[in-house]
């Protein structure tokens, strides 16, 4: 999951979710799923090098990859246009299925 | 008993003799008091309780030669003073009509019929009151029941003969079930968590929360990862409360006085203003 700065535009961010689905890619991975939250509010302002951000583009991608995909994403923490990305383990996989969680996979990058 | 008095008299005024010559001849052996023998001290203590009883003679008057006259003395006293009060309260409350019964008062006065009764009822069924309270501002049907926006109440609230029952204010908090919790709970579902901190960014705990042990872990657990993702305060002591979709960002519109959410009314009012 990626939290991006709210004043990204589209085609950067395009370009960094490519930047990821390449990598995805590159280890055999699968790219499930996309999806944009859009704009959201922060609960407290998030300082990076050029001020506080008090809000943030959101966004979900899931895929399925090897467990080693965790350390390839470091790179991201060097991202200027993000403000926050997490991984998160899927375990229970519910395939098909459209839940409220909405999301299925083997590993979510967010 | 006069006769007694007269003879206890003299023999005080014999005592009294004795005991003033007894009292010179003590200051005259003052000096030589220290080394008195017994009898001298039952004497002297004899002599003491005499002119005490003396002294006390002395205080309390001339009781024997003008006893009988003083008691019919007031006696009378007494009497005129009973008589008066008696015609005072007559003619505080029957204007004097009780004037001729002063002295055979005893029999036909009573507290039933001096017109106390209707005065007493009078001012028990009267009570201050503005006619016009209704119109005022501050007017309440029930002043000792707070009836707060959103409650209900029924007839039986507004009977005020009976006195006010203070309902407990209940706000409308946020129940949940464990299942329900269990589906909901996720860091990105925010508008759900947020309904599991308090104003300053806490999270409730179980036994205010009434959910099962793992749905609580699994709510904090959540809670925990969405603050850490930025998409909950870990306090907002200090600040504003957190409240889903809305900025933390400190607007000069958060330090102005509360109004009420009048807008489209207030619009209305000021088009005519306006226009």
Same mark, same amino acid.
């Given at each position: ?110 | ?36 023998? +017994?009898?001298?001290?039952? &004497? ?34 007494? &009497? ?55 119109? #005022? ?24 003969? #009976? ?9 409308? +908090? ?39 042990? #793992? ?6 657990? +959540? ?32 330090? +102005? ?19």
């Amino acid at each position: 999951m990626l939290l991006l700065k709210p004043h990204v535009k589209k085609e950067a961010l395009m370009d960094l979710v490519a930047r990821v689905g390449k990598h995805v890619y590159r280890r055999n991975g699968v790219l499930t799923d996309m999806k944009s939250f859009g704009t959201v509010q922060l609960g407290y302002g998030i300082k990076k090098l050029d001020g506080r951000y008090y809000q943030g583009q959101l966004m979900q991608m899931t895929m399925m990859t090897p467990p080693s995909f965790n350390n390839e994403l470091h790179y991201l923490n060097r991202e200027d246009r993000l403000l926050r990305w997490l991984l998160v383990k899927h375990r229970d996989i519910k395939y098909g299925l459209e839940f409220l969680s909405e999301d299925d996979g083997k590993v979510k990058s967010r | 008993m006069k006769l007694i008095r007269g003879v206890l008299r003299s023999v005080n005024v014999g005592l009294s003799y004795q005991s003033q010559h007894l009292q010179i001849i003590r200051t005259f052996s003052a000096n030589t008091a220290q080394v008195d023998d +017994e009898g001298q001290n039952d &004497r002297q203590s004899m002599n003491s309780f005499e002119s005490s009883d003396d002294f006390e003679r002395r205080i309390f008057g001339d009781i024997p030669g003008s006893g009988s006259k003083s008691n019919s003395f007031y006696q009378k006293l007494d &009497r005129i003073e009973k008589a008066h009060d008696r015609s005072g309260l007559g003619s505080k409350f029957n204007f004097g009509k009780r004037s001729e019964f002063l002295d055979g008062l005893d029999e036909s006065f009573n507290t039933l019929s001096d017109g106390m009764d209707g005065k007493l009822k009078k001012a028990a069924t009267y009570f201050e009151y503005d006619p016009e309270e209704i119109a #005022k501002d501050d007017y309440a049907f029930r002043p000792d029941v707070t009836f707060r926006p959103g409650t209900t109440y029924d007839t039986k609230d507004l009977d005020l003969k #009976k006195p006010g029952v203070r309902k407990p204010f209940r706000r409308n +908090e946020f129940e949940v079930t464990s299942e329900e919790v269990l589906k909901k709970a996720d860091f990105r579902n925010v508008r759900f968590l947020a309904n599991f901190i308090t104003e300053a960014g806490i999270i409730i705990k179980r036994n205010k929360t009434k959910i099962s042990a #793992k749905a609580q872990r699994k709510v904090a657990r +959540e809670i925990k990862t969405a603050r850490a993702f930025g998409l909950m305060p870990f306090t907002t002591m200090g600040t504003k409360q957190f409240i889903f979709g809305k900025t933390m960002e400190d607007l000069d519109e958060d330090y +102005e006085y509360d109004t009420y959410d009048t807008r489209s009314f207030v619009d209305d009012s000021r088009d005519p203003l306006g226009g």
